[in-house]
């Protein structure tokens, strides 16, 4: 028979810490610590496979799983002589989930299960504390009612709240066991009431319902949008872990703890967490009350402070990794109830990696793969300016849970934030988070909370997603029903409403009212920069370039690593309010003769564009695109005209100024030449613009506008080419279809570049030119276009809407059916479609390869900065990668792994 | 030395009929003339391949081929006594251009070469006919200063025409020796005045030059259009011919004519064409005078008839084809000037092949070769209704030029039909057509002259291109500078503008003042039934299917030989004025609920669509698409709403009125419904329609629309199965870019055809569901589409809109220019780009049928009935092509001549 039921506990167990598949994260680490003769409270593990066999089945499990269940029961109760539900010496059980991947917080625990209205008295009796009795059972029908009942919490916070009220108790704590009792009666009352049945008496039925409830939590909203967000297949299914409770709620010598071997926000090597004296798991994670700093640990039991010290530090050399732990003291006895690889933030990953690496605990390539590229976002985004900072109102300092630093607008719900977001950044700011949360959160700029610790789910939840947290801010006030934030501030109130601006300091916890001044990441130095050299070094000739239109975003590629610029948008540089005019001129001329002149004076301007772009890239190579966009978007909006035209003949004079602005026309010419400036915009109106008229199609129309480009790119280098810079041009023809249209601006490109450079004296000037690949056609005949081409560059923005035959712009009115039919595994224009528009580029790097060994290929679409994109591009046999200067490095490292990991395409290997 | 220049003539040739690539068309029929012994006027060829380095050396030809071309004149010489531009026995040539596809009329030919003023001297005192001598003297000053020296021929008839009015000449040949002689003079000047020097006296040299200007006609123009439109490659070249001179115009013993050894208009097997007795050639190709049938020539010269009938009839049987040929009688004997294989009409070609297979002449395969697909178009237009005809006033019946009906507005000039062409039908009316007129008949339905015969340019060209035309309908008189066309009719004078609308009949001369109904074609009787009934059998299992969307065009379909549907596109169905209400209710109900009630209602609608489809259908499949345009095209345009809300405030009733009206609101709604329905459009509104929320994305989004068609589908299937009809149906799932998408349809498909069959109790019922590949990735990952698809089907409408990243709408704003730059061959809309999305075609048939060996592929883009593509879709291994009701027996023959010309892809030798 197929087993379904693993046993640990006692120096030994069924399983192993390599079985995550099987037992799930949680019950791999209990065996392995089981295997490891440490203190863990004995149990068993109901693997990940019956959680697919429940779903399968209709919500039910097999019999086999029941028997398997029944005997390691049989086996558990004989080892710790309890019996579960027993009125005599009831075993109380936790039941956790566990999935191969951790998803914190996610899916559903119940603990002190094998309760009931025999069994609370047995412990009553034998504890000799009938509160701690009382409060047990009280905790378990609320937890249970709430997880596998599904009665709303809110329900029993009522019934214990209104007895707290009528016996005037401040604290939990001050409820009597006769409170509870009577607490007891109507959480009774109130299942009863709710599921028409009276709260089950039967243990060995509850645990049957608490594993049904876990398996269900699996395809909760909860966990299917975590799982989402963190890339984790639905297949995998989690595990149940059924263990022996122990109680750290059993007066002052008991607690429980959380802690890591390192500190997971900063990497700091110090030993770090956080407990309760005389409290349960719960009260620690979920915030509740804010626990204490593990260095009182050693102060209150510095026994079992030693103990655990030793035992966390000789897991972390077991697992080569960071270990994130949870503890409980019985009476003085440690027990370790869970241990794993501790999740960490961008900064603490770097920082653990290069450290580890120092300690020889890693080698240098298992640190580089250590670090997901990703991660490193959160090291490269903008820090509050420290002198910013002193020009604000601090409101207060709280725990600072998860680096870097956020400002935005503040919110107060996770549904208000979903809808402010899309408007500007925003603040969640709640008392305390809670799972049901994360949508808000996964949308939020920054998390302000101000209760629990800095394993508060706020905590935990931001550092995954890399979002900056203060938690724990416990001179808030916060009011989610009002919608207010209140505090004091030198003895004065202080309030902020929703809309309020606000900047917090996830790396310090501190927490301005206010809009405050951010400034950039530095890359290039302290272990970061560390880090980044030992990326350089694997990732060697596979190049990262950044996409920079202006010298100043040139000079940000530089700092963050960029090794040339791979796509520069001529475009952009007309968009500027003082120059539109010229191109709108240029656009509106009717003959070559009135456009040439126009053109003539956006010659300068664009000269001393590329110039400063060269200068900033001295050495490195310059990629220029030729005009790409369909010249209506230089023009105002065809709608706008119809209906202005429409309301001048009744407009004020107000409206007609207005009017008059917006088309840089004087009020007595409206009537002349708005019909004149609508004629041209309808002649280039264009029903699929994306397909249009744009890229090298305009350029086989209008040669002069490519001519006059090509004439500020030979110019701009010969100029600065005589300050002393070196400069390496790439003049990138977009848009083509075929051989013959890069042929036909290819030649103008060689003509005037031949012009330039002999009146120069500077005929040795070495420069490319090459093709955008973003057109399926272009890469089905790319042997074609390379007979043409000295290098392609992948333009997969374009090349996936075409792909896919998919607007990126109108995508998003049905992206949302599109994921909950599960159509795509990703967003196409985030994550490129290796499938579809990977097997063209493939195929084009074969092709063009095939026809010029030497032929430079890179990406310049967004996808150039996306860590599974730039893995894929390097397989495929690209040169380089080109994306965002704030990208440059998480592409960097990304090339890194790609290079590590190793598998290069066939095309690659013979370039 | 390579050779250049090849002799012909006095019963021997350098060349053979075969070398038409070298010698062009008339130089290969000179020399199989030749060595047939027949009586050709001796000369020589200069090769085509001269033509090409003459354009590569910049305007001129190598040494080698002056010194090979004095040679031949040397022997030509020789042989015939004479001496070129010699003062006492001059030889007289013709040059004249050939290429190895005929292009009548577009390139430039001389005649009287070798003409000068002692010559002419010469040539009057040895014919005795001093006026014959100074004619051909002012010919060839004439022609030689047009096409040679390039002086506008306007300029001499300037001239010529004083003279005639000066002495009250009525005809040309009215004017005497004396004022030929006067008009030489006048001629001479004007050659001095516009070239500043005199009239070239050196034969030698005037050969040169006309040689050189036959070359450059090559690049002209007329020929380069004339290249365009019939696909002929631009580096082919022309050869020249110089050829001696005979003369048709030395009096009432001499004629000159033209002929077809068959019907060239109607294929009919008699003896055919014109001819004019004392005239040279270019007096009956010009129309300038109306020729005699060539049965008058057996009155006139029976001798002469006698043996131009046996050479012409062995000629025919030698080529095995029609003869189209040109000759001389010179005082009496007879000379063969050219003979080629003959240009026909699409109903001649038909009904020669069919003539020459029953007469053994050529196989029935090369029957079926012989026809060239497009051509059976002319057989399948419409034709004048008799009984139409009897209502409209005839004006005049000229000769039946160029079969087929033509119905249009009278426009005069070229210029003018390209102007109104895109607005509406247009005749073009002309006193006599020249070559450079060629733009303007292109895009006329029809064309009509009052001047000229059968084998007249406008005769000529309008039967190259299928084009009805009446010719030298002599009552009509045209007016070409003010516009107009006077006829009597019953002694009463008619006028006819600009813009009135004509009907034309080419098949009777028939010419019609108005607008005529036109009754359909029928393929299914008669020579064409024959000719297709043997096309069909070559072709065999290759399918030919039609794109019809309602029982009407299925019908028609059904007549022209269609094997099913391959497209029914079923939005057809719902922009009916009296549906498109329920459309659009259904498009604006905002929940799900409101949707399927409008549905609902449309249900009925289509299930009866179907229905008829079916019925029509019997026994053959249905391919029906499901939904496939965005939303918002059922609704009114987002620019409408906006300038109609702006003008709304301000609006008088009338214009409210027609508000309400186009709206179908009430006017005291305008307010208040106007800006909901403009904020639907808003929301629907996308950038790029063609890659936007469309085809399965709508299916996605609203399976309850997928659901209700596919019911309407099987509902339907149901009900006409019942009445005995066989149904069919394929049920096909647009714009599908993944497995995924097809799979998410299909489950809705086959559920819902599971109840409605198991209702019915008609489970048996075989039907498909695939997907029309219409996007890039579909195609790059077919092998998994594959795996969920019964059938595939080229939508190449879109195919070539997403791989060439091309808007079809939008494309006509840059096409001349693409054209000009020669980037595609060839409309890439109207014939398949094999190369690139072709290559896309190649590889989705082989990656699907791997993943499914009886994967049923067609195409039912427009490609699917044009025959190069046609033959394509059969290479790539379709199992069958779709194309529009008239165009399937031009599919059926291109795809018979696809079968017998053989290569079949590995693809389909598999399936």
Redesign the interface.
């Known amino acids: 028979m197929k087993k379904y039921v693993y046993s640990f506990g006692g120096g030994s167990a069924d399983g192993d810490g390599k079985m995550k598949d099987v037992l799930g994260g949680k019950g791999a680490g209990l065996a392995e610590m089981s295997r490891a003769h440490l203190p863990v409270p004995p149990g068993f593990t109901i693997s990940t496979e019956v959680c697919n066999l429940y779903f399968q089945s209709g919500n039910k499990v097999p019999p086999e799983v029941d028997q398997q269940t029944s005997e390691a029961l049989g086996e558990l109760e004989q080892q710790m002589g309890q019996k579960l539900g027993d009125a005599q010496n009831p075993l109380l059980v936790s039941v956790r989930s566990g999935a191969k991947f951790s998803m914190p917080g996610m899916m559903d625990t119940i603990l002190n299960l094998g309760l009931n209205d025999q069994a609370v008295q047995s412990i009553e009796r034998r504890s000799g504390n009938p509160r701690f009795a009382q409060d047990c059972y009280r905790r378990f029908i609320q937890m249970f009612g709430n997880v596998v009942l599904e009665i709303e919490k809110h329900d029993f916070d009522q019934i214990f709240d209104a007895r707290k009220k009528k016996t005037g108790a401040k604290f939990d704590t001050d409820l009597t066991a006769e409170d509870l009792k009577a607490i007891i009666v109507d959480y009774k009352k109130l299942v009863e009431k709710k599921t028409g049945k009276p709260f089950p008496q039967e243990a060995r039925q509850q645990l049957a319902m608490a594993r049904d409830a876990v398996f269900r939590s699996w395809n909760g909203k909860r966990a299917i949008t975590y799982r989402r967000m963190n890339q984790i297949p639905d297949n995998l299914g989690t595990a149940v872990n059924v263990q022996t409770m122990v109680f750290g709620n059993l007066g002052d010598t008991s607690a429980t703890g959380v802690g890591f071997t390192r500190n997971p926000s900063t990497g700091e090597k110090a030993f770090y967490g956080e407990f309760l004296v005389n409290a349960q798991g719960e009260d620690v994670v979920a915030g509740i009350r804010t626990p204490q700093p593990i260095s009182e640990l050693e102060k209150a039991m510095p026994q079992v402070y030693g103990q655990l010290r030793e035992i966390t530090g000789n897991l972390e050399k077991h697992y080569r990794d960071v270990q994130d732990f949870e503890f409980t003291v019985q009476e003085g006895k440690l027990y370790m109830l869970q241990t794993r690889n501790g999740k960490r933030t961008g900064p603490a990953a770097v920082r653990i990696a290069v450290d580890m690496v120092k300690e020889k605990l890693i080698t240098k390539q298992e640190g580089v793969l250590r670090v997901d590229p990703q991660q490193l976002d959160q090291l490269l985004h903008p820090v509050l300016d420290a002198e910013a900072k002193k020009s604000l109102k601090l409101l207060a300092t709280g725990l600072p849970a998860s680096p870097g630093a956020a400002v935005g607008r503040v919110v107060f719900t996770a549904d208000e934030a979903v809808v402010q977001a899309p408007k500007g950044p925003v603040i969640l700011v709640r008392a305390e988070t809670v799972p049901d949360d994360i949508h808000g959160m996964e949308v939020a700029k920054g998390i302000l909370t101000s209760r629990g610790g800095m394993t508060s789910h706020a905590a935990v939840v931001a550092r995954g997603m890399g979002i900056p947290c203060v938690a724990g801010a416990g001179e808030l006030e916060v009011n989610e029903r009002r919608k207010e934030l209140v505090v004091n501030v030198n003895s004065k109130k202080l309030m902020l409403r929703e809309g309020d601006w606000i900047s917090l300091d996830g790396s310090t916890g501190e927490v301005f009212a206010g809009q405050a001044r951010t400034i950039d990441a530095d890359p290039s130095s302290g272990v970061l920069a560390t880090f980044m050299g030992w990326a350089d070094e694997f990732r060697g000739k596979f190049g990262v370039r950044a996409n920079a239109d202006i010298p100043r975003d040139a000079k940000a590629a530089r700092r963050f690593g960029a090794e040339g610029i791979g796509l520069c948008r001529t475009e952009h540089m007309f968009f500027a309010e003082d120059r539109i005019p010229f191109m709108q001129a240029m656009i509106l001329a009717r003959d070559e003769k009135t456009r040439r002149k126009t053109l003539a004076k956006l010659l300068p301007m664009q000269r001393a564009d590329f110039a400063g772009l060269f200068k900033e890239m001295d050495g490195f190579p310059v990629v220029i695109r030729t005009l790409d966009p369909p010249l209506h978007e230089f023009l105002p909006k065809?709608?706008n005209l119809?209906?202005d035209?429409?309301?001048l003949?009744?407009a004020d004079s107000k409206t007609k100024k207005e009017m008059s602005q917006r088309y840089g026309l004087p009020v007595g010419q409206l009537r002349k030449e708005l019909p004149v400036l609508l004629a041209r915009v309808e002649e280039l109106h264009?029903?699929?613009?994306?397909?249009?008229?744009r890229g090298c199609?305009l350029g086989?129309?209008y040669p002069e506008i490519t001519e006059m480009q090509a004439r500020a790119i030979f110019e701009a280098a010969v100029q600065v080419t005589k300050k002393g810079v070196k400069v390496i041009p790439e003049v990138m023809i977009p848009?083509v279809?075929?051989v013959?249209?890069l042929e036909?601006q290819k030649k103008i490109v060689v003509e005037v570049a031949a012009e330039v450079l002999e009146k120069a004296n500077m005929k040795d000037l070495k420069y490319m030119v090459g093709t955008m690949i973003?057109?399926?056609?272009a890469a089905?005949?790319a042997d074609?276009v390379a007979t043409q081409a000295d290098f392609f560059s992948f333009g997969t923005n374009?090349l996936t809407?075409?792909?896919?035959?998919?607007?990126r712009?109108?995508y998003t009115?049905?992206q949302k059916?599109?994921e909950k039919?599960?159509?795509?595994d990703n967003d196409p224009f985030a994550v490129l479609?290796q499938?579809?528009?990977g097997?063209?580029i493939e195929m084009a790097v074969e092709l063009g390869r095939q026809a010029r060994r030497d032929l430079e290929v890179g990406i310049c679409g967004e996808h150039g900065g996306e860590p599974s994109s730039v893995q894929f591009c390097y397989r495929a046999g690209m040169n380089y990668v080109s994306c965002s200067p704030y990208r440059v490095p998480i592409a960097r490292l990304a090339a890194a792994q790609a290079v590590i990991s190793g598998d290069k395409s066939e095309a690659m290997r013979t370039a």
């Open positions: 065809r709608e119809m209906v035209l429409a309301r003949p009744h264009e029903f699929n613009p994306m397909l249009g008229h199609r086989v129309t848009l279809g075929g013959k249209e036909n973003e057109i399926p056609r089905l005949t074609q374009d809407q075409t792909t896919m035959g998919l607007s712009d109108d009115k049905f059916d599109y039919a599960k159509i795509f479609d499938e579809g528009v097997k063209l």
